[in-house]
């Protein structure tokens, strides 16, 4: 499976951004998705991951409460919804695919390009 993600950019603190991923191919909804992130200078981090289905989602908890997954099966689209960001948050978000969703990096063979978040104070 082909992953780009989009829908980086500039914004607020407190502000809100959603990123994008979109999926090549029909295997999509085979996979469990995970978002992922890297400042600079830091390696890089779990975000959130989310199951086949959609029903099972789980977040660091460096966002939870604050950012939400979620999937598009007919729509082979992968979402991360990211509210009330804080400077911290800025990275480049990569989305990935998993056989099993997960929060380990090793668990993921497909990877998107990334997308840059900036979250200016």
């Known amino acids: 499976v082909q992953l780009q993600a989009c829908g980086g950019g500039l914004v607020q603190a407190g502000g809100s951004l959603r990123l994008s991923c979109a999926a090549s191919g029909r295997a999509f909804s085979r996979y469990g998705m995970g978002w992922f992130r890297q400042a600079p200078g830091k390696e890089r981090e779990f975000v959130a991951a989310?199951?086949?289905?959609?029903?099972?989602?789980f977040y660091a908890d460096s966002v939870k409460g604050r950012f939400t997954i979620s999937r598009d099966n007919a729509e082979h689209t992968l979402y991360l919804q990211m509210n009330s960001l804080k400077p911290e948050d800025t990275a480049v978000y990569y989305c990935a695919a998993a056989l099993d969703e997960s929060s380990y990096i090793a668990s993921y063979g497909y990877w998107g390009q990334g997308t840059l978040v900036t979250v200016s104070s």
């Open positions: 989310i199951s086949w289905s959609g029903g099972r989602a």
